[in-house]
C-alpha cells in the first residue's frame, strides 16, 4: 500500500501527516507493508525542510520531521500511489485537474478516507501562531489513527 498525503506547499500539513502516519504504521501490524509520502500542490518550497513550527509540533509529540524535504505533486504520482489523500478541498481539486479522470476516485480528503469527518479539511497553520499548528496536529493524529484501522480492516490491506 502506497499512501500520499498532499497539501499546498508540502512544509505544514503534509509533512506532519508524513511524520505521524509512518509512526503509527511503524507501531503497528502494518509495520514494513505501508509506504507513505508527501507532496504540495505548489512549487514555492521544493527542496526546504518543513516549516520550523511544524518541525517543532511534531518533535513535541515524539515525531521528527525535520530531515523531510519538500517537493511538488506530479502526475506520475497517481501511478505510484495507491491513494492520494489531500489535507483540503482547494489541495483535492488540484490533484484531480492533474489527474486522468480514472484516477479520481483514488484521491480524496484524508480526513473523510481516514473516517474522522466528511468533508472535513486540515486547517492550513502557516499564517498564525503555534496553536494552529496544534490543532492541525491534533486533526492529523486523528486521521493518523483512523487510517491505520482502516488499513487493519480491509480485505487484503489494501484499504
Not at 469527518?117 to 496553536?131: H, I, Q
Amino acid at each position: 500500500m502506497r499512501l500520499l498525503v498532499v497539501c499546498l506547499g508540502n512544509i505544514c500539513r503534509s509533512p506532519m501527516a508524513e511524520g505521524i502516519l509512518r509512526a503509527r504504521i511503524e507501531a503497528s501490524p502494518l509495520k514494513g507493508r505501508v509506504l507513505v509520502d508527501s507532496a504540495g500542490t505548489g512549487d514555492w518550497h521544493v527542496g526546504r525542510p518543513p516549516d520550523h513550527r511544524a518541525i517543532a509540533t511534531a518533535a513535541r509529540h515524539g515525531v521528527d520531521i525535520a530531515g523531510l524535504r519538500a517537493r511538488q505533486f506530479r502526475r506520475a504520482d497517481a501511478e505510484l500511489f495507491d491513494w492520494l489523500l489531500c489535507a483540503d478541498r482547494d489541495n483535492l481539486v488540484d490533484v484531480r485537474a492533474r489527474l486522468q479522470p480514472d484516477a479520481h476516485p483514488r484521491a480524496g480528503l484524508l480526513l473523510e478516507w481516514s473516517g474522522v469527518g466528511a468533508s472535513m479539511d486540515v486547517p492550513d497553520p502557516y499564517f498564525g501562531e503555534m496553536d494552529g499548528f496544534e490543532h492541525s496536529w491534533r486533526l492529523l493524529e486523528q486521521a493518523a489513527d483512523g487510517v491505520v484501522a482502516r488499513l487493519l480492516s480491509a480485505p487484503g490491506g489494501r484499504g
